[in-house]
């Protein structure tokens, strides 16, 4: 790929009458920030002299030690395509530093740059990711504000007008396409109101800029449908989640380490050593992967979603699946991450799960290829499979033990999701939900 220049950015303003340029970078939650400037401070946008107060965003830094800087990534540049009515309105994705000029230890795009040195300090010169988030249309009320009304009720490959959703997902496709990217498949989910739309596989920090800026043209372009979008992983009762399974492999140059086509599966001695560090580590980066209090009433038996810790060639309930593809398709596919994980440190901690297994030549245990939903206890505990974390407070409290996916995370970013993850289990565990009202209000 052409890498972009300064100078190709200022005729690319030039040429298409771009009038502001926003700054964006992403907090420990996975929020995606900005901050806005006019063309007339590119020039200070592309020295990296472009400041802002840490101590304002979630997570980041204490009020005496705000200053950062915001370090553009040339080839992150974008021209959207809706218009503002002021001109045209492009992008730059940030890393952040600190004013001494060091990468900030608490963003996640440079923390997930650091992990990706660790590999290729083992040999490796490439982590690809493809992933295939999902989300829900909800129709917006007459005041703006999302209802709990879907936009259609199709299920899974429906065709309109059963999936009246189809308009939408078609414009957000040529908005996605027009932004570079190569759309594979686009689909109605499983779900009443529920989509998927899978583009290729890139390298880990293009694939976690391409699920940011997915979701973004998803709600806009959903909202000028009247619709809005959301990647909440179960937004509804009685029916299947949205996740965002991870398909992923190590790369050695152009040579895909995975592949071994004399190999069990036809996967390499590496690829199980990976699936072994992902399977070992489980438990400790669920909070990470499935980071709300919502992500746990997604991994439940029955919707397709995984919940024990396994993995197989052959069926889609284990936690790792082995999709058939080999060749430079050759790949580990982990289904529990859903799309509400902030993606540079959902990468992060598989990838630190992976070369551990790596490093120290782990192997996994043997494939299940029953379904193993259909499994008695007694059946899966002589099999040895575990259940993944069952609430936000089971997950955290398996992070607090695992010191491979910390020293993943490093010790800013893991404190002060902790800190965010804890209070927000404490909301919900001391809040009263309508249920209780339903269940004990007249009985007691």
Not at 202 to 208: F, K, L, P, Y
Not at 417 to 439: C, G, I, L, S, Y
Request: glycine share 8%.
């Amino acid at each position: 790929m052409k890498k972009i220049t300064k100078e190709d950015i200022k005729s690319d303003i030039r040429e298409r009458n771009v009038n502001f340029i926003r700054l964006q970078f992403t907090d420990i939650l996975g929020t995606v920030k900005n901050v806005e400037i006019p063309v007339s401070q590119i020039d200070k946008a592309l020295d990296n002299k472009m400041m802002f107060d840490g101590s304002s965003i979630e997570g980041f830094v204490r009020i005496e030690e705000s200053d950062m800087y915001l370090v553009p990534d040339l080839d992150t540049w974008t021209v959207f395509q809706w218009d503002t009515g002021t001109g045209s309105v492009a992008r730059l994705i940030c890393d952040v530093h600190r004013s001494d000029g060091t990468p900030f230890e608490g963003d996640p795009r440079s923390n997930l740059k650091r992990l990706l040195k660790e590999m290729e300090d083992l040999g490796f010169t490439h982590f690809n990711i493809g992933p295939e988030p999902e989300f829900f249309l909800f129709k917006l009320g007459a005041d703006g504000e999302p209802s709990l009304e879907l936009n259609d009720y199709g299920g899974y490959f429906d065709l309109a007008p059963t999936d009246l959703g189809e308009n939408c997902r078609r414009d957000i496709v040529l908005e996605l396409e027009s932004l570079g990217f190569e759309i594979e498949a686009s689909h109605h989910e499983n779900a009443p109101g529920q989509h998927e739309i899978d583009f290729k596989y890139a390298d880990a920090i293009r694939a976690c800029d391409n699920i940011q800026t997915f979701k973004l043209v998803v709600k806009t372009i959903a909202r000028k449908h009247g619709l809005h979008a959301t990647f909440m992983p179960k937004p509804l009762f009685g029916v299947a989640g949205s996740g965002m399974h991870c398909n992923m492999s190590l790369f050695k140059g152009g040579k895909n380490v995975f592949e071994n086509p004399e190999g069990e599966e036809g996967l390499s001695e590496e690829a199980f050593q990976f699936m072994a560090g992902l399977l070992r580590h489980a438990h400790g980066f669920t909070a990470i992967t499935n980071p709300t209090v919502n992500s746990y009433k997604r991994l439940v038996p029955g919707y397709e979603a995984p919940v024990y810790v396994a993995w197989s060639g052959t069926n889609r309930s284990p936690l790792i699946r082995i999709p058939t593809s080999r060749g430079l398709s050759t790949r580990i596919e982990v289904r529990s991450v859903d799309p509400s994980a902030n993606p540079y440190l959902a990468m992060a901690v598989l990838l630190g799960a992976g070369l551990e297994g790596v490093r120290r030549s782990m192997e996994p245990p043997e494939s299940v290829d029953e379904n193993i939903y259909e499994m008695s206890l007694r059946e899966r505990r002589s099999m040895g499979i575990e259940d993944l974390p069952a609430s936000l407070k089971e997950a955290l409290d398996q992070l607090e033990k695992d010191e491979v996916i910390k020293r993943a995370l490093g010790n800013h970013i893991y404190k002060n999701f902790m800190d965010t993850k804890e209070a927000e289990w404490n909301m919900f565990r001391t809040a009263v939900h309508p249920w209780e009202r339903e269940q004990y209000m007249k009985m007691y």
